[in-house]
């Protein structure tokens, strides 16, 4: 089931194209990664979501229904530019943020006090957001974000201003919200972070949709038929056995043994690779090598830029 759906989604601004039927399918309850370089119409989308602006054209389908105004009580969103008042207290304003998304005052605190010890902030309560650290500032908007657990979240660029640790502690915290039942939207740079974290992306280059799918099934369309090989031996004596169907692309000595990157030829196989050198070498290691997806977001961008420039 699509829980959040885009369909052909136009936007203008003046003489700019923002979005050009650009199309989503975001499954329930699945990480989705929205990708795409800066200025690729990313953010445009996301504040559509949110109705902070509309589309020209085209539409937006939450739950299996058209958005509605009221929708908006169950979408959390947490910005790229971050937008907490600097002279109020923090406790102050998280309640007020929280009260804004339909929390009595009550259930606002008591959901704030449990947040605030799981993220081990509770000394900062009373001190003005001014005084605190950007990471600290954007533990808290993260809290405001997911408070009144919402369907779908929505983060974009949430690692910013973090260090390795509090990242890795908000990467948890977004896979625990998936499991329990929340659909994320998910919006970075990183590809790593997407690596880890998405199902399935969307990849957004000048205003259209270039690339979509499951990470896994992307990787897999996008590989080199490339074989990591580590092993103990005599490097020469498979070179000249790898002539005709392989090709040995980078060779490196690694941790006391030797691994052999090698291309596969005229539709040679893994088992075929074996049988060439099994009686040469000693195998202590064999994998493909699959591409990873900063590799991809590259590769594909790059493709659509010619694309573009050339026609």
Same mark, same amino acid.
């Given at each position: 089931m699509m829980f959040l759906e885009a369909k052909r989604v136009v936007k203008k601004y003046a003489n700019h194209l923002a979005l050009n039927e650009v199309d989503l399918q975001v499954p329930a309850n699945s990480i989705y990664g929205l990708l795409g370089p800066n200025g690729a119409g990313k953010t445009t989308l996301i504040r559509i979501i949110n109705q902070i602006t509309g589309p020209d054209s085209g539409e937006i389908i939450f739950n299996g229904r058209t958005l509605q105004s009221n929708d908006v009580q169950r979408i959390g969103y947490l910005p790229e530019e971050r937008g907490l008042y600097k002279k109020m207290k923090v406790g102050e304003q998280a309640i007020?943020?929280?009260? +804004?998304?339909?929390? !009595?005052?009550?259930?606002?605190?008591?959901?704030?006090?449990?947040?605030?010890? #799981?993220?081990?902030? @509770?000394?900062?309560?009373?001190?003005?957001?001014?005084?605190? !650290? #950007?990471? +600290?500032?954007?533990?808290?908007?993260? *809290? *405001?974000?997911?408070?009144?657990?919402?369907?779908?979240?929505?983060?974009d660029?949430?690692? !910013?201003?973090?260090?390795?640790?509090?990242?890795?502690?908000?990467? @948890?915290?977004?896979?625990?919200? #998936?499991?329990?039942?929340?659909?994320?939207?998910? !919006?970075?740079?990183? +590809?790593?972070? *997407?690596?880890?974290?998405?199902?399935?992306?969307?990849l957004i280059n000048q205003s259209k949709t270039i690339l979509n799918g499951q990470i896994d099934q992307i990787r897999q369309s996008y590989k080199d038929n490339l074989i990591k090989l580590d092993f103990l031996g005599d490097a020469n004596a498979i070179s000249a056995k790898l002539q005709g169907n392989f090709a040995i692309e980078n060779l490196e000595k690694v941790n006391g043994h030797q691994t052999a990157y090698v291309k596969m030829l005229n539709n040679s196989t893994i088992n075929s690779l074996i049988n060439q050198v099994i009686n040469d070498i000693e195998i202590v290691g064999l994998q493909e090598v699959l591409p990873t997806m900063n590799d991809i977001f590259i590769k594909v961008v790059e493709q659509s830029n010619l694309s573009k420039t050339q026609k």
């Open positions: 007020y943020l929280a009260r +804004m998304k339909g929390l !009595s005052r009550q259930d606002a605190i008591k959901k704030l006090k449990y947040w605030f010890e #799981k993220f081990e902030i @509770q000394p900062w309560w009373d001190k003005k957001v001014e005084e605190l !650290s #950007k990471g +600290m500032q954007q533990k808290i908007q993260f *809290v *405001v974000t997911v408070l009144h657990e919402p369907e779908l979240l929505i983060f660029e949430p690692f !910013s201003g973090f260090d390795p640790i509090n990242a890795n502690l908000l990467k @948890q915290e977004i896979l625990q919200l #998936k499991e329990n039942g929340a659909t994320i939207l998910f !919006s970075t740079h990183n +590809m790593g972070s *997407v690596e880890e974290l998405c199902d399935h992306i969307t």
